[in-house]
């Protein structure tokens, strides 16, 4: 069904905008296969941030026409056949290199436009894609990695999930969004999908509904980070399982139709909740989808901030899930393909994405589980982590994103090598390293974030790589964005500065208590 791009005619409507009414995003599918068969150099610059669409950007430098593609997997949750497939993308295309992102997807870095077809053709055949992945659309919808075996779980949420995600995909109806637009849905009782930082999320509720007990969610809209983060609003409604995708659309549509499209840096959904107010929003929410009930209980328990390390029982008796690490999100693809070999051999071959970039081995029988931890690969991948390494995330940075000032991902990994080797605490501490103000590793929810900027050097000329450092950033609770402490850290000191600090953490703290406490 087309509707009615009303902003078309406003003069004030940003560049990005007016290309967007030009060509849908969506349409650069169309053109990749000529691209592909004619090079690199056939491609129209003007043409570059379309490719969004199709979850592909431009490696830094761009002008050598290397691409970063990030394939959406709903709730982190991948089959046997699918994980070797994508572990196939990363070893014949992209230099062997498979990461995890923050929001449960996988990134592959150094394809060609000549390879993107095949790449397009092995996922279509898996059932997966990359449309969606970036750009100003419905984003990877994130999820509890735990659907259907959590035994804490309110409902299961993988139906509603996939639902959501093959309506909002390929739809040209949504593919014109003011912005990046996040979704999340989970009954995870430890608000394993990061509610509060997403432009919507389904939580868990309960309500009873003419005498009757029932199940369903509460609805959040409004979070979201970079350099103006905002935590979700919760309206003040009662939203039943069959009721999400009809609710879901409406909060799109809304977003679609009133968000703001005319300072780039204003037109997440979050500065239109912040203007509108709870009230409003749901006020207008109901003028879409007619009257819901008013909010029921929340049965959320606490945060794990998408952890699950260690050997848990399954809800189907007798199997277990493995919370595994894997240091800053980043796998080899011969790691990968003997994951996938493991998670067969013991279990249904089945592997699941975290959101603290880490994964999860499902559906291991009791019997496997010692087996399954005597493989060889689990001493790097590790069931029971060091603290620090366990805890840390990081964005891709300057290795291959056009927007980073400074290096983070091996970076991160040293930092947190070198901590675990220095300094021993009793409790984890969540350190999260981002290259730029973007925040696609999270930084303001971290116990210590680290945002990269550049600083003038009094020693060496010119500019160098530094830190700002913030502190005390959690979900629980409510939730709570981290606060930036004085100054900025030159890249070179920062593990040294980091290591002073959390000794001082260390002496200060009592026994069992955490960085937040
Ligand atoms: Fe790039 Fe910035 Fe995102 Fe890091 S946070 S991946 S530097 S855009």
Redesign the pocket.
Known sequence: MAYEKHWADNEKINAVEKQKLEMDGLEIFDHIPRYAKEGFDSIPKQMWPMFKWAGLYLQRPKEDGYFMMRVCIPSGILNYDQVVTLAGIARDYGRGVYDITTRQAVQFHWLRIEEIPDIFARLEKMGLSTAGACGDITRNIVGNPLAGIDPDELLDTTPIVEELFRFFQHNKDFSNLPRKYKMSVSANLRNASNAEINCVSFTPAVKKIDGVETKGFHLKVGGGLSSRPYLAETLDVFVRPEQVKDVAVAVTTIFRDYGYREKRTRNRLKFLVADWGPEKFKEKLLEYIGPLPEKGEEPVKEWNAGYFYGVHPQKQKGLNYIGFNVPVGRLHADEVLELARISKRYGKGEIRNCNSQNLILPHIPDENVEPLLHEEIFRRISVDPPKFIGYSV?????E???????E?KERMRRIAEYLDEEVDVDVPVRIHM????????Q?QIADIGLQ?IKMKSREKKGLVEAFEIHVGGTLEGGGELNRKLKGKIDGEHLPAVLKAFLLHFREQKHPGETFHD
Do not use: E, F, Q, W
């Not at 981002?434 to 590793?441: A, I, K, L």
């Open positions: 990081s964005c891709t940075g300057i291959y994103c056009n927007l980073a000032l400074v983070t981002v290259g730029c103000p973007n925040s696609c590793g930084r990269g």
